[in-house]
Structure formats: C-alpha cells, structure tokens
C-alpha cells in the first residue's frame, strides 16, 4: 500500500477509524467530535461516547489522515470554540485503498456466512 | 397577603432574585401571568419551581402591585435557573397548573455570569484523560452537550450527573483505546515488524 507521501510509515485503517474518517468526510469540514459522533449514529447506527471519537481522531491525527482547526467561540459552549476535523490526501488514500479492498472481497462472492 | 397554602408556609424559601437577560418573549410571559393568575391586587407570589423529579419553592415579592413588566423580569431571573416548570402555590383552592418553562441554554449561561454550569468533577476526569493543549476545546464539547441537549431535557441536577457518567465512560474509551494500542504495538515489535 503507497499513500503517496515519502518517509509516511504504511499505515491501515480500522473500522472505527474507517467510519470515523467517512463521517468526517460527510461533514466537509464540518466535523468536530459531537457532530462526528451523530453522523456514525445516524449512519451506521452506532453509538459511541466522545472518548472514543477523540481517541480515534488522535489517532487519524497523527498519522496525517485528518487535521484539525480551531472554529469560532460559540455561547453555548462556555465562550470556547469547536476543534473541526478535515480529511487530508494521505487519509483519502487510505479510504479509498479500504473501499478497493472490501470491493475485492465482494467481487469473488459473499464471504463465508455473509449474505449474499 | 394571598390565602396561605395548604403545603405549609413553613418550608417556604425565599430566592435572590437578580435582574437579568431576556429569556422569553412577552407573550410567553403574559401567558405565564394568566396561567399562575397574577392580578393587580398581588403582593407576592409564591412558587414550587420543578427540576426534574425535585421542587423547590421560591417568592416573587411585588410590593407596589403588580407590574408586567417587573414580573417579567423576575419571572425570568427565577426560571433561568434550569427549572422545567412552575407551579402557583398561594392559591389553595386553585387546581394543580403547572406551567412548562424552556430556557435556552446561553441565556442560562448568562444569569451565571457567562459560564456553563457544568460539574466540577466532570470536568476533572475529562482534564484527566485528555492531552493538554486539547482540555479546553473537549471541556467545550462536554458543556455543549450539556447546556443544549442534557439541562433542557433532564434539567440542571440530573444533567450534572449524566455528565460525570459520560465523563467517565468517556475516560474509559480512552484507556480502552490506549491499552489496545500499546498491545498492538507490543505485538508489532514481538513480530519483528
């Protein structure tokens, strides 16, 4: 697997980080840790606690899948801003090399107990 | 003075009561007056405010008769304190009417002098499991949920515990997902990748 980026050690993705990842892409730059959290719920319906959304995001971090930006101080939120999430280059390789991969696995036929 | 209640004037308590901002729009207001029967003759009205499963009772002492406006005001700085309902009480042979009160969240900041009444302790265990330069934004997140999601729907006493219940399920995460790591990477180095 090749993300593209010279000294970037190989790096896979999970699947809490795949769908942590894809929820980040969904929101187009939108995304901080409570939005994140609602769009895993509302698609895959899962629902997970905000310290496993900022492990995993610590995580994508730091292997240069995502970054992050600081918003503007909001009311409700004591006067202190939201931390947005954004997908970067090497962490739409990854997705990408996910997706191709589940494709090959599909391509050959259900898995063994899979619906088909 | 109004008739006395038959839920004892004993344990009646009265509240400071502080001027502050707009909560409501006026014909909420006007509606709260007509629902808890305020009348011009009133010299005080005396309230069990709700919180969840808890009541309290508090007085709205009007003492040149009653103003809309200044009951407004009032009314306003008493509900502000996360309470879900209001209930007139001094009228013992009025039927139980208990009055919804919604309070947006950043208003309620407001009456606490711009700062989210979130628990302490909370806040410690999130401090606790969280990196530094992170603590202030994920605190952020915590008083969101909080402010906009837990205090309108549970109320203040009952949002403060879920919080800490978050909070530590949230801490757990983190070292769930720190102790898998270090076996990953323990596992990496066992293989020799």
Redesign the interface.
Known sequence: MDYGAPGVAREGLGELERRVLMAIVHLRGQGYAISIADEIKQRFGKSLSLGAIYSTVDRLEKKRFVSSRLGEPTPERGGKPKRFYQIEALGQSALAEAREADRRLWAKGPPMGAPA | MGKRSANGGARMKRVSIEPTTPLTTDQQTDEWARKLHVTDGDKYIRLWMRDGVERRQAVIVIKDGINLAEFSRKMRAVVSDGHTSIERIDEADRPFDPVPVVAQ??ER??TRG???L?PSIGEFIVCL???LE?Q??????????F??LWVPRFGARVAKLIYIV?AL??????IR??AV?AFADWIGRALGH
């Open positions: 969240p950043n900041e407001a711009g700062g989210a979130t499991f969280t990196p992170r202030g934004d994920r605190l952020a997140d915590f008083a969101e949920l402010n906009s978050q399920r949230s801490a757990a995460a983190v997902f720190a790591a």
